[in-house]
């Protein structure tokens, strides 16, 4: 099957040899004509503002009735996935859209990110071999995103997977302070969590991060606190091989923090 990618800036995508990239921009829809010439499916991943959600809708509907769109749990009905969320509101109206415009939509909705940890924590466990955060004993179930690809490229190829709605979890509920033990192990090196305070994280991420996001994952673990994480067995249901573990994933990645 070919690949056609499309990237803002085609020159710099770094994708493999095999895949063509041409070059266009959701925030301007004429702009993705060339990218959607002969397309049979579309795998959408939103990554701007709103604005242009229904006019890139109505062009993906020209020319192609099958979307794979990489969307949120906000449907879950876990406290973790029911806090006030921006980006699961952006979700939720981009697949409003898509079911408005007729198209025969396959919803992948994965959960935490294993990969969370390397854009978190990295420096500061290279740095000082510590991890500064808020609400250690708080579960999640992060998935591998090798495991989200393996999941969209299998519903990409096999039109079976029309109208599924599937939430990918990793195969196992574990607390954030149980994740940062986990990288040490991988790394040989122990780690010292430091609990931090809500406030103390606001402060702690001042500057750095969107006050939104932060409310939002304060938000998200305080809800969480005390449950185990919601765990899907969907990975392996999809692709016939079960999803990597946390400590699969720290050890493959065991360099970023060293």
Request: with cysteine; charged share 20%; aromatic share 8%.
């Amino acid at each position: 099957m070919a690949v056609r990618a499309l990237s803002r800036r085609a020159e710099t995508a770094g994708l493999p040899t095999n895949v063509e990239v041409v070059s266009g921009d959701l925030t301007d829809p004429e702009s993705l004509d060339v990218a959607l010439d002969g397309v049979g499916t579309v795998f959408l991943v939103w990554t701007v503002p709103p604005a242009t959600v229904r006019a890139v809708v109505e062009r993906l509907a020209r020319v192609s009735r099958r979307i794979v769109f990489l969307s949120s749990p906000h449907r879950t009905q876990h406290p973790f996935f029911q806090q006030p969320n921006p980006m699961a509101a952006l979700h939720a109206h981009v697949e409003d859209t898509l079911q408005a415009a007729g198209l025969a939509a396959t919803i992948i909705r994965p959960g935490m990110f294993a990969s969370n940890t390397r854009l978190w924590w990295q420096a500061m466990i290279r740095e000082e071999g510590v991890v500064r955060w808020p609400y250690g004993g708080v579960e999640t179930a992060p998935i591998d995103e090798r495991d989200v690809g393996a999941v969209a490229a299998r519903v990409l190829c096999d039109a079976t997977h029309i109208g599924a709605d599937y939430v990918l979890t990793g195969p196992e509920s574990i607390t954030q302070a149980e994740q940062a033990r986990i990288i040490g192990d991988a790394i040989g090196r122990r780690l010292h969590y430091q609990e931090l305070s809500p406030e103390e994280f606001r402060r702690h991420t001042a500057g750095r991060w969107p006050p939104a996001a932060v409310d939002m994952l304060l938000a998200a673990w305080g809800a969480a606190l005390g449950r185990p994480a919601f765990v899907t067995s969907t990975v392996a249901q999809v692709t016939g091989a079960p999803a990597r573990t946390f400590r699969q994933w720290a050890a493959d990645h065991a360099e970023a923090f060293r």
